[in-house]
């Protein structure tokens, strides 16, 4: 246990008030506040943040944010799927003679140049040891030449069209290939699952699902309106062409994950999707993650990955 700096709020998305935890990882993140057993609180200023130290187990929550600077296992190779410094993926190859299963990973970041494929390859990873081949796609963000809508999402579908193109030579399977995202990401996958019918299976992990939601709700200072290049009342096409949440999937088996802790993507925005497309009689499975933070779905070393990891073997054919 050590000491932590903390603030209090009230994030303009939850109904909760939330801390603020400085404890040594590099910065202050969020988790929802509960009676706690606080040493000293000082108000600051008049506003409704407060400063205050309490106790903390540096474990607490399963917080896993470090993954996205650790570094990561080395890929088999790296192929350019286009001719931008951008259009490239990551290939892992497991053991054996193949046709090995695919994943096509998408990484999160609200869509942002800042955040890179590098932080992916740790889940990459950790599934290629479990028999599937996987292709972490990197592609061009916001702040990118050509990034945003529509540059992004042909960047993803130029991605998987690639793959059919490597499979003889690197022994994939192109028949048995799961398209996942995580965060942004889990937007972009299920947006390809509806414009490439051929895609049959895609996991969204604590996705950005519902784009309007995201714009109501200022998620991450309003970046999918960065995204997107504009409100939905300027640029209502553009919504209509990228939002999950009104696009139709009939072809494909969808798994959505959520962690109940996740204090960046509302865990309500894949619940409500769910039960929306079950409404409109489409294949989808919600898993709810008891515990697990923003972070955790893509962490190998957390307790929540044993979850992620079976959904992803089970939609694949390896279990």
Same mark, same amino acid.
């Given at each position: 246990?050590?000491?932590?700096?903390?603030?209090?709020?009230?994030?303009?998305?939850?109904?909760?008030?939330? !801390?603020?935890?400085?404890?040594?990882?590099?910065?202050?993140?969020?988790?929802?506040?509960?009676?706690?057993?606080?040493?000293?609180?000082?108000?600051?200023?008049?506003?409704?943040?407060?400063?205050?130290? @309490?106790?903390?187990?540096? +474990? *607490?929550?399963?917080?896993?944010?470090?993954?996205?600077?650790?570094?990561?296992?080395?890929?088999?190779?790296? /192929?350019?799927?286009?001719?931008?410094? +951008?259009?490239?993926?990551?290939?892992?190859?497991?053991?054996?003679?193949? %046709?090995?299963?695919? !994943?096509?990973?998408?990484?999160?970041?609200?869509?942002?140049?800042?955040?890179?494929?590098?932080?992916?390859?740790?889940?990459?990873?950790?599934?290629?040891?479990?028999?599937?081949?996987?292709?972490?796609?990197?592609?061009?963000?916001?702040?990118?030449?050509?990034?945003?809508?529509?540059?992004?999402?042909?960047?993803?579908?130029?991605?998987?069209?690639? /793959?059919?193109?490597?499979?003889?030579?690197?022994?994939?399977? %192109?028949?048995? *290939?799961?398209?996942?995202?995580?965060?942004?990401?889990?937007?972009?996958?299920?947006?390809?699952?509806?414009?490439?019918?051929?895609?049959?299976? !895609?996991?969204?992990?604590?996705? *950005?699902?519902? /784009?309007?939601?995201?714009?109501? /709700?200022?998620?991450?200072?309003?970046?999918?309106?960065?995204?997107?290049?504009?409100?939905?009342?300027?640029?209502?096409?553009?919504?209509?062409?990228?939002?999950?949440?009104?696009?139709?999937?009939?072809?494909?088996?969808?798994? @959505?994950?959520?962690?109940?802790?996740?204090?960046? !993507?509302?865990?309500?925005?894949?619940?409500?999707?769910?039960?929306?497309?079950?409404?409109?009689?489409?294949? *989808?499975?919600?898993?709810?993650?008891?515990?697990?933070?923003?972070?955790?779905?893509?962490?190998?070393?957390?307790?929540?990955?044993?979850?992620?990891?079976?959904?992803?073997?089970?939609?694949?054919?390896?279990?």
């Amino acid at each position: 246990m050590s000491a932590c700096l903390a603030f209090i709020e009230r994030p303009h998305f939850a109904a909760d008030v939330v !801390v603020g935890l400085d404890c040594g990882w590099g910065g202050p993140f969020a988790v929802p506040f509960f009676r706690s057993s606080i040493a000293k609180s000082k108000r600051k200023g008049a506003g409704s943040i407060i400063w205050t130290w @309490l106790a903390c187990d540096k +474990n *607490v929550g399963g917080m896993s944010e470090d993954i996205l600077t650790l570094p990561p296992p080395a890929a088999d190779a790296r /192929l350019a799927y286009g001719t931008d410094p +951008n259009q490239f993926g990551d290939l892992r190859l497991p053991q054996g003679s193949g %046709p090995f299963p695919v !994943v096509m990973n998408i990484h999160g970041g609200y869509w942002r140049a800042k955040y890179d494929l590098a932080h992916a390859g740790h889940l990459c990873a950790a599934l290629t040891k479990k028999g599937c081949a996987t292709w972490n796609l990197e592609y061009r963000r916001v702040g990118n030449p050509g990034g945003g809508w529509p540059g992004t999402f042909e960047d993803i579908a130029s991605g998987y069209r690639f /793959l059919p193109q490597i499979a003889k030579h690197y022994r994939l399977d %192109p028949a048995s *290939v799961v398209v996942m995202g995580h965060s942004a990401g889990g937007q972009l996958a299920l947006c390809l699952a509806s414009h490439e019918p051929s895609v049959k299976r !895609v996991i969204s992990l604590a996705g *950005v699902v519902d /784009l309007q939601q995201a714009f109501t /709700l200022h998620l991450s200072s309003d970046a999918v309106v960065d995204f997107l290049g504009g409100p939905p009342k300027d640029v209502p096409d553009h919504y209509q062409d990228a939002d999950p949440m009104g696009l139709a999937i009939p072809q494909a088996r969808q798994v @959505l994950m959520h962690g109940t802790r996740d204090d960046v !993507v509302p865990p309500s925005l894949s619940r409500d999707y769910v039960e929306k497309k079950k409404k409109a009689n489409e294949d *989808v499975t919600f898993v709810e993650v008891a515990g697990a933070d923003h972070f955790d779905l893509i962490d190998p070393r957390s307790v929540a990955w044993a979850k992620v990891e079976a959904q992803v073997l089970k939609l694949v054919g390896q279990v």
